[in-house]
């Protein structure tokens, strides 16, 4: 069903080439209208992400058939349904995974794709779970099997996705540990639960080494982060790789990882299958959101940006001095 007075075009944040911060740019483009299984969402909140700045740097292409906006995550309303779809109906709040597009006004996404807004969290809060959770719960807990009792340890422990990591592993049972750039993030992740150690100044190998390894390590470094985690697992660890900050490529011992049975994973969210995203989807709103409801995790939120200001929140998501997730708040009707 779409309204009949949906607005032709839509305020969005495009990228008019590939750069800095300051080539995103505001712009009038089609409002897109959802087909077949998808939805329509007026978008109160989008969150920032690091592959939305890979993106607008040119170093992170998105798929054929998404959008060109950046933007993976958002919170809203829905405003019109396609064919197809029976679960949501216009009007409802909304938070979503995105392929794309979440810097507008509204966007299309897959109705499977979006969950109902945890009780008690902001429309700006919600923006911040769909890309987190979905990343860490399909990589910490899907791929890397994490349970109660084990040792977990998350470089970034301060990002969104550390701050969210941490909250979900302590809920789980696990003995967290996390790596951090600051003795302020050290206690923001400690605040949370982790043993907290500043990569500046300490070893987080020999921190791990000290308690018997990690059972489980999250980690978006990459470089010659990957031998060093290798030493820092237990024997049967799990590596699970979700990003690589400092190179994708790096030489592999894999001696190590025979005689110590160590796994050697990871996944990117965005390219895969609308139906393992769905699958996924079922597994956050089925294991994460009584974890919300039960005051387990809360996102943790660093600033809000306007939708004219999207080029200061890029930048302060590559300074890195944030703690926590930036969102951007697009203009109301």
């Given amino acids: 069903m779409i309204p ?30 959802p087909s077949h299984g998808q939805i329509l969402i007026r978008v109160a909140f989008a969150g920032v992400n690091r592959p939305d700045a890979l993106q607008r740097a040119g170093q992170y292409a998105p798929p054929p058939d998404a959008s060109p906006l950046p933007g993976l995550e958002c919170a809203g309303y829905v405003a019109a349904v396609g064919p197809g779809v029976t679960h949501w109906k216009i ?5 979503a995974l995105l392929p794309g597009g979440g810097y507008a006004t509204h966007v299309v996404t897959q109705a499977d794709h979006a969950l109902p807004i945890p009780e008690g969290l902001s429309l700006a ?4 779970l769909p890309e987190t959770c979905f990343t860490v719960w399909s990589n910490m807990v899907m791929r890397g099997g994490l349970a109660a009792g084990e040792r977990f340890l998350v470089h970034g422990g301060s ?61 978006m470094v990459g470089g010659d982060y990957l031998p060093r985690n290798l030493r820092a ?15 994708a490529k790096v030489e592999l011992n894999m001696a190590e990882v025979m005689t110590r049975r160590l796994t050697v994973t990871g996944s990117t969210l965005r390219p895969q299958s609308t139906l393992q995203k769905a699958r996924i989807a079922k597994e956050v709103q089925r294991h994460v959101w009584p974890m919300i409801a039960a005051g387990h995790l809360r996102p943790v939120m660093d600033s809000t940006f306007s939708m004219d200001d999207a080029a200061k929140a890029h930048a302060r998501m590559e300074s890195s001095a944030h703690i926590g997730k930036i969102v951007l708040e697009m203009p109301g009707d």
């Fill in 91 to 95: 009007g409802d709040p909304v938070c």
């Fill in 125 to 128: 809060e919600a923006a911040c």
């Fill in 4 to 33: 009949e007075d949906m607005p032709e075009l839509m305020r969005a944040v495009t990228i008019r080439e590939h750069g800095a911060p300051e080539v995103l740019t505001i712009d009038y483009v089609p409002t897109p209208v």
């Fill in 233 to 247: 697992l237990a024997d049967d660890g799990r590596l699970v790789q979700i990003a690589f900050l400092q190179g």
């Fill in 159 to 219: 990002s969104g996705i550390g701050t969210t990591a941490i909250q979900i592993a302590c809920a789980l049972g696990a003995r967290v540990f996390a790596t951090a750039g600051s003795d302020e993030k050290c206690e923001a992740c400690a605040d949370l639960g982790a043993e907290a150690v500043n990569y500046r100044d300490s070893d987080f190998v020999e921190m791990l080494r000290a308690v018997g390894g990690a059972d489980v390590i999250l980690d």
